[in-house]
């Protein structure tokens, strides 16, 4: 049996066997182990203080302070605040203001409903005020009393200063109140005038005599005790005249007793 030629190569078969196959990639270089990285965290934010009222929030909130006691208690409630009663409301009801307070006897407080002890107690505190205003009261009646009769002196002396002189002269005159007409003598010193000025009652005095009048505060007439419209004082020049001729005819009189 004849053998069978092989088949002629093809082209493509010819550029298939002359293509070289392809080389395989070169496996890549290991990588060089890499050290962790170690990840600081930030720091916390300080935290503000809170407000006091933020802080305190969980905690109860202070007392009210205890309302004024009405007016015209005071006293009362001071003295109660004092001996630790908490009468008020009661002294209220009752009309017990700090007028009637130091009018209260036992029968009285037993009448309110207050036991022993607190009625002693009450009484107690209400002979204290009573002392303390006796105490007080004959204090300031002392100083009164001090300051009238510092107020005398004061404007004795000043009388005295103004008027030296004038009197200096009556008593070389050697005159006497009774040889002095009453219209020309003062109703305050009871002295013949120097300075005569008529005041808003329509009187005549002495001008320093109503000057410390009114400088004691007082704003009546000396004469007629009614009150006075003004203080305003007006010289009185024919009483100044007339005084000045009593007082001429005088000396000349006491020259002529002079003469042998």
Same mark, same amino acid.
């Given at each position: 049996? *004849?053998?069978?030629?092989?088949?002629?190569?093809?082209?493509?078969?010819?550029?298939?066997?002359?293509?070289?196959?392809?080389?395989?990639?070169?496996?890549?270089?290991?990588?060089?182990?890499?050290?962790?990285?170690?990840?600081?965290?930030?720091?916390?934010?300080?935290?503000?203080?809170?407000?006091?009222?933020?802080?305190?929030?969980?905690?109860?909130?202070?007392?009210?302070?205890?309302?004024?006691?009405?007016?015209?208690?005071?006293?009362?409630?001071?003295?109660?605040?004092?001996?630790?009663?908490?009468?008020?409301?009661?002294?209220?009801?009752?009309?017990?203001?700090?007028?009637?307070?130091?009018?209260?006897?036992?029968?009285?407080?037993?009448?309110?409903?207050?036991?022993?002890?607190?009625?002693?107690?009450?009484?107690?505190?209400?002979?204290?005020?009573?002392?303390?205003?006796?105490?007080?009261?004959? *204090?300031?009646?002392?100083?009164?009393?001090?300051?009238?009769?510092?107020?005398?002196? !004061?404007?004795?002396?000043?009388?005295?200063?103004?008027?030296?002189?004038?009197?200096?002269?009556?008593?070389?005159?050697?005159?006497? !109140?009774?040889?002095?007409?009453?219209?020309? !003598?003062?109703?305050?010193?009871?002295?013949?005038?120097?300075?005569?000025?008529?005041?808003?009652?329509?009187?005549?005095?002495?001008?320093?005599?109503?000057?410390?009048?009114?400088?004691?505060?007082?704003?009546?007439?000396?004469?007629?005790?009614?009150?006075?419209?003004?203080?305003?004082?007006?010289?009185?020049?024919?009483?100044?005249?007339?005084?000045?001729?009593?007082?001429?005819?005088?000396?000349?009189?006491?020259?002529?007793?002079?003469?042998?």
């Amino acid at each position: 049996m *004849a053998e069978t030629a092989p088949a002629p190569a093809t082209a493509a078969s010819v550029a298939e066997s002359a293509v070289e196959p392809e080389s395989e990639p070169e496996p890549e270089p290991a990588a060089e182990p890499v050290e962790p990285t170690t990840v600081t965290a930030p720091a916390p934010a300080p935290v503000q203080p809170a407000e006091a009222s933020e802080e305190k929030g969980d905690e109860e909130d202070p007392p009210a302070a205890p309302a004024p006691p009405p007016m015209g208690y005071e006293l009362v409630a001071s003295v109660l605040d004092h001996l630790g009663l908490d009468l008020l409301p009661v002294f209220v009801e009752q009309c017990v203001d700090d007028k009637t307070l130091r009018l209260l006897d036992a029968e009285d407080l037993s009448d309110m409903g207050l036991d022993a002890s607190a009625s002693g107690a009450i009484l107690d505190s209400i002979a204290m005020l009573v002392d303390g205003d006796r105490a007080r009261g004959a *204090a300031s009646k002392k100083l009164a009393t001090e300051d009238l009769l510092d107020g005398a002196a !004061r404007h004795q002396a000043r009388l005295e200063e103004t008027l030296r002189s004038h009197r200096e002269e009556i008593a070389r005159l050697r005159l006497t !109140r009774g040889e002095i007409p009453e219209d020309l !003598r003062c109703p305050l010193t009871l002295d013949l005038f120097c300075d005569p000025v008529t005041a808003a009652d329509g009187h005549t005095y002495e001008r320093v005599a109503i000057e410390e009048w009114f400088a004691t505060g007082s704003r009546t007439s000396p004469t007629t005790n009614e009150p006075l419209t003004s203080t305003l004082l007006i010289p009185q020049h024919t009483v100044k005249k007339l005084v000045c001729a009593f007082m001429d005819t005088r000396r000349r009189s006491s020259v002529d007793d002079d003469v042998p």
